[in-house]
């Protein structure tokens, strides 16, 4: 069974929500179960390649196995996004003029959307992102200790270069994680080679923190995305159902 194809017969609500913030407003799209109940949520956060319908179908999934998902769009702030959204440099531009203190913050004011909604089970939200979604979602995680776990799908651990806009590395903030952390990896990325999982392990592990890493050794960056050359099948159905069990377990504890 692949990913698309779990639980297609859960009947979805799904809205395209505005948050206000600080003069402009925050586009994000929700996806929720249509049953008058409240879920544990799922704050999503895209590729580099903004809120795309990939993004949208993956929150849908989630929807499906009764979360409630919250998908910003958080590159929404810069005035050079580009109608081509697939030009992979022109989105690491766009990514590159937006700080991450921004997008962290965007990433709170969601999390505070969330709390105060019917639809969610306020103490059972978490985060989780692909490539540049995994390394904001594994950041967030360690700046908000209300978070009930995070995912965080190859990630990067070290940035190519310090800038104003990126001033720490993401592994620099680990110190701060107050939830599980489950960390998905590609055996082959040069973005992320395996000497610095193997540093990112280390570090968790010396500050006591509760993790678990898994690497797929056949598999190249951007192995879950099933619209680009670069899926994996096998890996992305084994890092799904890790997920998954992954996701349950920690919102169960936080409900």
């Known amino acids: 069974m692949s990913e698309r194809d779990q639980k297609p017969s859960t009947a979805l609500r799904e809205e395209e929500l505005s948050l206000q ?3 402009r407003s925050l586009p994000v799209f929700r996806v929720y179960p249509d049953d008058n ?3 544990p949520a799922i704050i999503l956060v895209h590729e580099i390649f903004g809120l795309n319908e990939h993004i949208k179908d993956v929150a849908r999934r989630l929807a499906r196995e009764s979360y409630t998902v919250y998908a910003p769009e958080l590159f929404d702030v810069s005035t050079d996004y580009p109608i081509n959204r697939n030009d992979l440099s022109q989105m690491r531009e766009v990514w590159g003029s937006i700080s991450d203190e921004q997008i962290l913050g965007d990433l709170q004011a969601v999390f505070a959307s969330a709390r105060q ?3 969610v089970i306020a103490t059972a939200i978490g985060s989780m992102g692909f490539c540049m979604g995994g390394a904001i979602a594994y950041m967030f995680a360690c700046r908000n200790p209300l978070l009930a776990y995070v995912v965080d799908f190859y990630g ?3 940035y190519q270069e310090i ?3 990126k001033a720490r590395h993401p592994i620099a903030y680990t110190g701060g994680l107050n939830c599980p952390m489950l960390g998905l990896f590609s055996g082959i990325d040069p973005l992320i080679p395996e000497e610095q999982i193997n540093i990112l392990k280390t570090k968790l592990s010396d500050l006591g923190k509760t993790y678990q890493l898994k690497v797929y050794p056949r598999a190249k960056h951007a192995f879950f995305n099933d619209t680009r050359e670069l899926y994996d099948h ?3 159905n ?4 890790l ?8 919102s169960k504890k936080s409900s």
């Open 37 to 39: 109940k409240a879920h």
């Open 238 to 241: 084994d890092a799904w159902q």
């Open 243 to 250: 997920t998954l069990a992954f996701i349950e377990a920690n």
């Open 234 to 236: 096998e890996s992305a």
């Open 156 to 158: 990067r651990i070290y």
């Open 163 to 165: 800038t104003e806009n």
């Open 21 to 23: 913030r600080s003069g």
């Open 117 to 119: 909604s019917p639809q």
